[in-house]
């Protein structure tokens, strides 16, 4: 019985009901114009350049962010260099306290931050805040943890910072992907010249502030925006010692082709096309719901998504029909509202990419399946969630990563034949088992080519575990020890 205001609304009698909407109450403020986080301070960029920043649900410009020019790159790097022996030589449990700061912050502001990088981004609020921030706290209080046991981190060695860390990242996890970034190389005693991308630098800036708010001394963080163009100005810079990438594989060769012949340290985490395995014996319920979250999380938007579906033949019409049904419920819609599951593709260019490669799996042959046919909003970026069957693995949309809410769906019979399916691509960032026998996922996990394996589960993530990638997926891992030891020398 469904009562009013009970917050579902009943649409027809009988048992058609949806949620009723649930709008986000808070208003951000947003600043017409950023400048860059300088030497602890916000300054106007010596380009003279600014780009806009756009709500992707909307097509609202939400703000105006400088682009950072080689004066500028120029400028935060001798910020950066000249803070870190201070940093470097401050007591370990002085450092800690400033990591544990930041991490209580941001818990504090989760609110206001979610709002924000929903509002650029296009990711559903309910991930925002109940996904990625919470996370990003957990990294910075997992790596204070960190700042005075790097002996015991490192045993029998005498760990060292590296010195400046330049930072690169990319616009699925923006403020994930900063704590990533600048907690353990801050907790080994770096400082950091770090820029965001291009269309998401609205939550690194507002960490700006909270850095100012907890006084970090200056020069420690330097926040410089801009696109591509800055990115390999920091990647050129003799004076940073260590670059720590996360993007696409194309960027990645490029940059490491640009540190080659350098002393620089170099990590990097790249695209992926992971496999997800359900067995014949697997709980299906949760296997498909592992399934769905697998890709449509973040609209795909997702390094490690689960974007080939392997499923043993005996099942897979079973598999099929029950994600078709599964995938109608879909809500996709308006990223602030709390109930959205599936929101807005980040940009006009990735919503094109992703519509090349739909149409290319219609071209080759594929069936789709659609989460609905209702239409889709007038403006913003959109994409229905959806899946293919009928796939061959020589088939684009098996092969490429397409970093969209586009499923590819193919099956199996033997182990043997999931491992070579699994296996057969450049990629080897992270793969899903699901089956209800161990010694067939210890089996399958020691054979998977992939950084990371989760069994009966995906997209789980903890700041003591390291994920990076093989292959084309990249090296260097990031979480826990392995990360730990990208920052610092022995
Ligand atoms: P991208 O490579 O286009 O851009 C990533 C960042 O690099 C941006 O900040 C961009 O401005 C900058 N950049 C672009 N060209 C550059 C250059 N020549 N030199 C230096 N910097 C440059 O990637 P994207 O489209 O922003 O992100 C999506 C990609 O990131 C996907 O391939 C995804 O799989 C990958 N990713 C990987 C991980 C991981 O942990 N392995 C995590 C998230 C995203």
């Known amino acids: 019985m469904i009562e009013e205001n009970s917050g579902l609304h009943a649409e027809a009698a009988g ?7 649930a709008p986000e109450s808070l208003k951000v403020e947003i600043a017409e114009k950023y400048g860059l986080f300088i030497n602890g301070r916000f300054v106007a960029p010596k380009s003279h350049k600014y780009f806009p920043t756009i709500n992707p649900a909307s097509e609202e410009t939400l703000s105006q962010i400088a682009e950072a020019g080689g004066r500028d790159v120029e400028a935060a790097v001798a910020a950066a260099k000249a803070a870190q022996p201070a940093w470097a030589r401050l007591k370990p449990t002085e450092r800690a306290k400033f990591l544990f700061r930041i991490a209580r912050r941001i818990q504090e502001r989760t609110n206001e931050l979610a709002v924000l990088e929903t509002m650029d981004n296009g990711k559903p609020i309910a991930e925002s805040r109940n996904v990625d921030l919470p996370l990003v706290a957990q990294h910075f209080f997992y790596h204070a943890g960190w700042c005075d046991k790097l002996k015991y981190a490192f045993p029998g060695r005498d760990p060292k910072p590296l010195g400046v860390c330049g930072q690169i990242i990319p616009w699925n996890f923006p403020l994930l992907m900063m704590a990533w970034k600048l907690a353990p190389a801050l907790a ?25 708010e ?23 810079h003799k004076a940073v010692n260590k670059i720590a990438f996360t993007g696409s594989t194309e960027v990645g060769k490029q940059i490491a082709a640009a540190c080659a012949d350098t002393d620089k340290r170099l990590t990097l985490e790249l695209g992926g096309k992971s496999p997800h395995i359900i067995f014949e014996n697997a709980a299906l319920d949760q296997a498909i719901e592992g399934a769905i979250t697998g890709i449509y999380f973040n609209q795909g938007h997702v390094c490690c998504a689960g974007s080939r579906l392997l499923v043993q033949e005996s099942i897979l019409d079973e598999v099929v029909s029950r994600l078709r049904e599964r995938i109608k419920s879909l809500r996709m819609g308006d990223p602030l509202d709390k109930n959205t599951d599936v929101g807005a593709i980040n940009s006009a260019e990735q919503l094109a990419t992703v519509r090349y490669y739909i149409e290319s799996g219609l071209e080759e042959g594929a069936s789709i399946i659609n989460s609905s046919d209702e239409p889709l909003p007038e403006r913003g970026y959109w994409c ?9 693995p020589s088939q684009l949309i ?29 990629y080897g960032l992270a793969a899903g088992i699901w089956t209800d026998k161990g010694s067939k996922m210890f089996e399958m996990a020691k054979r998977l080519k992939a950084g990371v394996v989760w069994c009966n589960g995906y997209n789980l993530f903890d700041p003591a575990s390291p994920f990076g990638g093989y292959k084309e997926s990249g090296f260097g891992r990031e979480g826990g020890l392995q990360g730990l030891s990208a920052y610092v020398r022995m």
């Open 214 to 236: 907890i006084d970090l001394p200056p020069g420690v963080v330097n926040i410089v925006t801009g696109a591509g163009a800055t990115g390999q100005m920091i990647v050129r």
């Open 188 to 212: 080994c005693g770096n400082t950091c010249v770090i820029k965001p991308a291009e269309t998401t630098s609205l939550t690194a800036l507002r960490l700006a502030e909270i850095f100012r």
């Open 384 to 392: 229905r969630p959806c899946f293919f069957t009928d796939v061959q």
């Open 15 to 21: 048992t058609e009901w949806s949620y009723a909407p």
């Open 398 to 426: 098996a092969r490429e990563e397409i970093f969209g809410p586009v499923l590819a769906v193919m099956s199996f019979r033997t182990p043997e034949e999931a491992i070579s399916k699994a296996n057969n691509t450049p």
